[in-house]
């Protein structure tokens, strides 16, 4: 996922940030985003994804975030992450240009123009008005991944330094078709990964493998497994071993528990089928292990 830029927030996004992330100028050693659980992906009508008409699009449950900390003067470090529940809405224009997020917390966030576009192409579209910005990422048809990031100044204990927060929010076409699945489906995507432990790991340390994920016919179940990977002296080491084993709703919908008991990981991830006829899936997924560290993140695939 290519979303690397720094960017600082309005003063409506850094109150919301600090509300979604727990905190604000005070003792809180690690601002904490709001957990609600695992809420399940509402899908939104069928949009056309396409960055050179307008589209407007919704979706519940399909949101997370997270943060990096960097004390004045120092690095940046994980901070925390976590699930969100509540809806999600994107805007998108073309003449003249705009482009909005509305994400679940009660911020309202930058509105940027053509004035404000960085990079343009068919798979991704990102923009930076100031020091805040936004990306939105179409790597196939149906599943649009967003993101808003922000910095904001923030006290962690007594160390005085900067919050880096990330707003994400997917959107996505429902399945269509009503006829059966009836061979086994194999989608293929490469999983975007966060995490750590929190005041210690760096941003960039960890990776996914390309990931498939599989659905037989016969039960109608989808099945995987995510891979988290650090690269330690040039050679991956894996960290995380993530299975994936669900049953599919009648709408493409799945969630349920992970757990890596070798590695000593266990969490929670929902996701759907997307496209009229199943092209492609998404899925959104948090784990944690029993010393703190903890990995999220999002994998978008096509059959």
């Known amino acids: 996922m290519r979303n690397k830029s720094v960017f600082f927030a309005s003063a409506a996004a850094c109150c919301a940030l600090l509300a979604s992330c727990g905190g604000g100028d ?12 695992t809420p399940t992906p509402t899908p939104p009508t069928t949009i056309d994804f396409d960055f050179t008409k307008a589209f407007t699009a919704t979706a519940s449950g399909t949101s997370f975030n997270y943060a990096y900390f960097a004390p004045t003067g120092g690095s940046e470090v994980w901070s925390e992450g976590s699930r969100r529940g509540g809806e999600a809405k994107i805007t998108f224009a073309v003449s003249p240009e705009s482009v909005t997020l509305e994400w679940p917390d009660p911020s309202t966030l930058t509105t940027f123009s053509a004035a404000d576009l960085l990079t343009a192409s068919p798979t991704l579209r990102t923009y930076r ?26 006290t962690r204990e007594t160390v005085v330094g900067n919050l880096h927060g990330y707003r994400y929010s997917i959107f996505y076409n429902t399945v269509t078709t009503t006829t059966a699945i009836a061979s086994n489906l194999a989608y293929t995507g490469t999983a975007q990964v966060v995490g750590g432990k929190s005041g210690e790991t760096p941003p960039g340390v960890f990776s996914s493998p390309a990931t498939t994920l599989t659905v037989t016919s016969s039960d109608k179940k989808i099945a995987g497994t995510i891979q988290v990977v650090e690269f330690v002296a040039g050679a991956p080491v894996v960290r995380a071993a993530l299975p994936i084993s669900s049953t599919l709703t009648d709408s493409g919908v799945f969630a349920g528990d992970t757990e890596d008991t070798a590695n000593a990981f266990k969490g929670k991830y929902v996701g759907s089928l997307a496209g009229p006829d199943r092209e492609e899936v998404f899925l959104i997924f948090e784990v944690q292990h029993t010393d703190g560290r903890k990995f999220l993140g999002s994998l978008i695939g096509k059959r």
């Open 129 to 154: 008005k100031g020091s805040d910005g936004l990306s939105m990422e179409l790597p196939f048809d149906n599943v649009l991944r967003v993101a808003y990031e922000t910095t904001i100044p923030y």
């Open 26 to 37: 005070s003792a809180t050693p690690t601002p904490t985003p709001t957990s609600t659980g």
